[in-house]
């Protein structure tokens, strides 16, 4: 065909022509010829086509690099007409090569057309470049143009319910992941302040949003009675306006009525933009949470909520459980403790400021916050060899002498015997502290003349804690030192008593190790 080039349309057009339909859009149809009138025939030809209740809609392109342009912005073109010959002899195969191996659309599907068949044999074609139809323009009639463009359509339509259901799949995938993730970083936190912390982080990372959040707990004997409505709801932790809230702060009456709606329901619910989540556990407690702003978390999302609700209910169950563990343990030792210092007439609070001060310099030096907390829960143990050493012995007000001290300086050993075979992380740390806490930096302690990193990092805190704490309380042999005093007489065992960098950082942050001695006074001080 010839055209005057001076009645050819615009060489680039992005106007739509659109058929309307109620069903749903119509369909993409993309025409990329050099001759306006194959547009025309094509939009006429195809003016009452429906597949599924869709109309079509044309896009037009009068060139290859045209058409390229288009294609990298408009989405979803289910089909592309597409001429060979156009502003070179071989425009439309390097647009269909360009258009799967360049932007690498699998999808659309593809229907080569040209008036001179000679130019690019159908053999050579068909077998060379991935298109789904090739034909010669004088072939396409109305009939056939239909019939090609019915059978291209349900190819689409059926690849794109496949990509559908395989992005679901993958969303789905992914969602569980982060599921797990999120509850696998749920069961490291051991302490319900700092689980309670983590759930909410981990909630909004799970759905991706940016919300306020509240975790609270209540007895779950009120909710089965069916005294909701006066259940005594506790907040644990809060984020947005209700960080920091106290745990008796009232909650917005909106608030408490999405809780005790979720407490009659017995389930999580999503209400007016807001999700609270439902977790019963064994113990009698049911914890909630509540978020708003949910509006953009979809179908999957809220399945993905339930299934940590699940697993956040059995990580709660194992807290609780663990946390009742290791407090018995906890007390356990404390109460021997305190019995080994009362024998000794030790002052009366003296294992449980020791316990803080050496979780509190344990962080500063770097431990972890599970290492400090089982240096606190092991420490009072240190004297527990004690328990053997004669009452002349341990209670002589005077000097001891040669033959006394070295009874007494058998109690390490002794309390590590009696330790020593446990193989509780805590017992096991007790051990090790109860041998070296003795030991001194430059190797002169006792009982084996250990000296700087052959001391174990809580050993060295330990024999810190117990040498502050002694000279700034009443003994029977001595009277309480001043602070100042403290100090200097401390720095003087830097590099020899002391492991001078763990020195340095107990002195430098002596107010906290202050606050601490103040907040566990003796009884006697107490009555000052």
């Not at 339509?157 to 969303?171: F, G, K, L, T």
């Not at 009696?418 to 992380?425: D, F, G, Q, V, Y």
Request: hydrophobic share 40%; aromatic share 6%.
């Amino acid at each position: 065909m010839v055209i005057d080039i001076t009645n050819k349309k615009p060489l680039f057009s992005t106007k739509k022509t659109t058929e309307t339909s109620t069903s749903g859009a119509p369909w993409k149809i993309l025409v990329v010829d050099d001759e306006p009138d194959v547009h025309t025939v094509t939009k006429l030809a195809l003016s009452r086509f429906r597949l599924d209740g869709r109309a079509l809609t044309f896009i037009n392109a009068y060139s290859g690099e045209q058409a390229k342009e288009l294609l990298a912005h408009e989405q979803d073109i289910a089909v592309a007409f597409i001429d060979v010959v156009m502003e070179s002899d071989h425009a439309g195969l390097e647009l269909v090569k360009w258009i799967r191996e360049v932007q690498v659309n699998k999808n659309i599907r593809l229907i080569l057309r040209t008036g001179q068949p000679g130019q690019a044999p159908e053999e050579d074609v068909i077998v060379n470049y991935d298109i789904n139809d090739y034909k010669a323009k004088s072939e396409l009639d109305s009939r056939k143009l239909m019939t090609s463009v019915y059978s291209a359509l349900r190819s689409y339509r059926d690849i794109m319910e496949i990509e559908q259901a395989r992005r679901a799949q993958v969303n789905h995938r992914k969602g569980l992941e982060r599921v797990l993730e999120a509850t696998s970083g749920l069961f490291e936190l051991r302490t319900l302040h700092r689980f309670a912390d983590g759930l909410l982080t981990q909630v909004a990372t799970l759905l991706n949003l940016d919300t306020e959040t509240l975790l609270l707990t209540c007895n779950a004997m009120d909710a089965i009675s069916g005294h909701v409505d006066t259940a005594e709801i506790e907040i644990l932790a809060g984020t947005g306006q209700f960080a920091n809230s106290p745990s008796h702060k009232e909650l917005p009456e909106h608030i408490a009525t999405l809780l005790r709606s979720a407490l009659m329901q017995k389930r999580c619910l999503y209400e007016d933009n807001c999700f609270i989540g439902y977790f019963p556990i064994k113990s009698g407690l049911i914890n909630l949470l509540y978020m708003d702003g949910i509006d953009k978390i979809d179908d999957l999302d809220k399945k993905l909520v339930d299934i940590f609700a699940i697993n956040v209910g059995v990580a709660f169950e194992n807290l609780l459980l663990n946390q009742e563990v290791e407090d018995t343990q906890s007390e356990l030792i404390l109460r021997l403790g305190d019995v080994v210092e009362s024998r000794s007439k030790e002052a009366a609070n003296h294992v449980k400021r020791m316990a803080e001060y050496c979780a509190q310099l344990a962080l500063l030096a770097g431990l972890t916050e599970t290492e400090a907390d089982l240096l606190r829960r092991a420490s009072p143990m240190h004297d527990i060899g004690k328990i053997a050493i004669p009452d002349a012995v341990l209670l002589k007000p005077g000097k001891l002498n040669d033959q006394e001290w070295s009874v007494m300086r058998q109690h390490p050993s002794i309390g590590y015997q009696i330790l020593a075979n446990s193989e509780r992380p805590i017992l096991k740390a007790a051990a090790i502290i109860a041998l070296q806490h003795h030991e001194k930096y430059d190797g002169s302690g006792y009982p084996s003349n250990l000296k700087q990193d052959q001391i174990h990092i809580f050993a060295r805190i330990v024999a810190i804690a117990d040498v502050f704490d002694a000279l700034s309380h009443a003994r029977c042999y001595k009277a309480a030192w001043p602070l100042e005093d403290v100090i200097v007489e401390m720095r003087k065992g830097a590099g020899k008593h002391f492991d001078p960098d763990l020195l340095e950082l107990f002195i430098n942050n002596i107010d906290i190790f202050v606050r601490v001695k103040d907040n566990w006074k003796d009884h006697d001080e107490s009555l000052k």
